[in-house]
């Protein structure tokens, strides 16, 4: 079973379109992530939602917008495509711990990412 | 803030050498630190974590590494490289309040020759 899974692998689609890419963990983590990798392989947060409620949101346009119907999901939807936003898109997840003290040392389960080409 | 930095944007080492990559962090409180690795088109995979406890910490595939605070420094090294070695090794710290994440190095590219 994989932990966390992404959906699509790969997603190449013309600027100014609107697309979604989907995650989903079977690890029971109340805690989940979206990180971006571009060219040269950095990593950036993107947002991360702990039991459906959003916590990070770092400075990102407002045409990426994330939605946790529950804490095994986490979707990335990205409006009006622009070529900027070819990149890897990783999702992960961690148990965080909302009452007990944080578990920060767990680190986090990475899916296997999801390379969006915009042309 | 926390951050983390990897010396050294490339690493070439021969098959059988020993590999030695750099990551030097900053944090106000005690870290927790990670390396992971990323294997060509996969995603990320945790290598070692340290979290207090043994300053040596051992990971898969024959690597470990060692938390030093006195120098801020996390290294990761391996006796032996292997042809299965060449990745990208990135280090990381943890997050140390609410609403933070994990911040990742600029990462290392390890490439073994034979």
């Known amino acids: 079973d994989t932990a966390v899974s992404q959906t699509p692998k790969y997603l190449v689609t013309q600027m100014g379109n609107d697309k979604s890419i989907k995650c989903e963990q079977n690890?029971?983590?109340?805690?989940m992530y979206w990180y971006k990798q571009d060219s040269k392989k950095f990593l950036k947060i993107m947002f991360s939602?702990?039991?459906?409620?959003l916590i990070i949101n770092e400075t990102v346009p407002n045409r990426f917008s994330p939605k946790s119907p529950d804490k095994a999901h986490l979707n990335l939807h990205i409006n009006s495509l622009e070529l900027g936003d070819s990149a890897v898109y990783f999702c992960?997840?961690?148990?965080?711990?909302?009452?007990?003290?944080?578990?920060w040392g767990y680190g986090y389960t990475f899916g296997s990412g999801t390379r969006l080409t915009v042309v | 803030a926390q951050s983390v930095t990897q010396l050294g944007s490339h690493v070439s080492v021969s098959e059988g050498a020993l590999v030695l990559l750099r990551c030097n962090y900053s944090?106000?409180?005690?870290?927790?630190l990670f390396w992971y690795v990323q294997y060509p088109n996969q995603g990320l995979q945790l290598l070692l974590k340290?979290?207090?406890?043994?300053?040596l910490v051992k990971g898969i595939n024959g690597f470990e590494a060692e938390f030093k605070k006195s120098e801020t420094s996390f290294h990761l090294t391996k006796p032996s490289a292997h042809m299965s070695d060449a990745a990208e090794y990135f280090c990381?710290?943890?997050?140390?309040?609410?609403?933070?994440?994990?911040?990742f190095g600029k990462g290392t590219t390890l490439s073994v020759s034979s």
């Open positions: 944090s106000s409180v005690p870290p927790y």
């Open positions: 340290y979290t207090s406890a043994a300053t």
């Open positions: 990381a710290v943890s997050g140390n309040q609410a609403g933070t994440a994990l911040i």
């Open positions: 939602y702990n039991n459906k409620e």
């Open positions: 992960a997840s961690s148990q965080e711990g909302q009452v007990s003290p944080r578990l």
């Open positions: 690890l029971g983590h109340d805690t």
